[in-house]
């Protein structure tokens, strides 16, 4: 599950890897995942990479003056980039960039799903692309001020899921959300306009830290091409029933039918264990 940390990895080494490299040739073998028709995906041709970077969850290839990919890898896509082109047996590849180094970097994507998408866009048009356009505030470096997190959160939802809204705060997920709860020690389920100012700072504190620490990790563990599976370094998502590694009580979790909220009942609910709606499910 690419978030924020694991796209801004993504971007940073390619960006590195690819700078000025020459664009030989560009197909797209996964015909749903190129989402425009104009300009022709052969225009890249010919276009060295000018650079590649990240914005919320999307990154962003640059290509030339003039055209920028724009990709979202969904739930399953990694941007790879390899010393070869792809055999013909390759079926996991949405896109094909080569370059004329012999390098190619490919779009992939796992699992049954196509949901990974690319759409190549006349440079002034990228930040009108209702994808960019409509994203909230970068969560990270720098989500703002706490007062102006407040002002941000200020909804009658639970923070679980305003913190993975887009369109209020651009690159969290389902997976970091957890950790970041955690870290400010608040519930999933506490209301955005509940917050107060010193949980405003704890929340500013956690997802700055919890984010960036993210990326330090990879910075120091991950080389290209990025893997086919990435482990994450998370502390609370997916480690339900071990105990918590500040307090040492057991990780509850409340299980929905895409996603699992995890979070430490000690820490974060005073002592309440939310209702876990698979059980009451099943229970009915
Ligand atoms: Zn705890």
């Known amino acids: 599950m690419p978030e924020l940390p694991e796209v801004e990895i993504t971007a940073r080494l390619l960006d590195r890897a690819l700078d000025g490299a020459r664009i030989e040739y560009a197909r797209a073998p996964g015909i749903n995942a190129l989402k ?12 060295p990479v000018a650079a590649v970077a990240r914005r919320g969850k999307h990154l962003i290839v ?6 920028a990919l724009l990709i979202h ?17 390759d079926r996991s590849s949405r896109l094909l960039l080569g370059l004329d180094d012999g390098r190619e970097l490919r779009l992939r994507e796992f699992g049954s799903k196509q949901a990974a998408w690319v759409k190549l866009l006349r440079a002034h048009a990228l930040a009108e692309d209702h994808a960019l356009a409509s994203l909230g505030a970068e969560a990270w470096p720098d989500p703002g001020s706490a007062q ?4 941000l959160l200020d909804a009658p939802r639970p923070l679980h899921s305003l913190l993975r809204d887009q369109h209020v705060i651009a690159g969290i997920g389902r ?3 957890d950790e970041i709860l955690w870290r400010a020690r608040l519930s999933p389920y506490k ?6 100012a010193g949980e ?11 984010l960036g620490g993210a990326v330090e990790h990879y910075r120091r563990t991950v080389a290209l091409p990025i893997p086919d599976k990435l482990p994450m370094p998370l502390l609370v998502h997916r480690h339900q ?6 307090c040492g009580a057991t990780l509850q979790a409340v299980h929905f039918e895409d996603y699992v909220i995890a979070y430490c009942p000690a820490c974060q609910t005073e002592g309440r264990v939310l209702k876990d709606r698979r059980l009451s499910r099943l229970l009915r």
């Open 62 to 67: 640059r290509a030339g003056a003039e055209l």
């Open 148 to 151: 102006q997190l407040r002002e």
């Open 73 to 89: 890898l969904m739930s399953a896509g990694r941007l790879q980039l390899y010393d070869k082109p792809a055999g013909p047996r």
């Open 200 to 210: 405003a700072e704890r929340l500013r504190e956690a997802i700055v830290h919890t």
């Open 191 to 196: 209301r955005g306009a509940d917050l107060e």
């Open 241 to 246: 029933d071990e105990p918590c590694p500040r």
């Open 175 to 177: 997976s970091w959300v």
């Open 36 to 47: 425009t028709f104009e300009p022709p995906l052969a225009s890249l041709e010919g276009e």
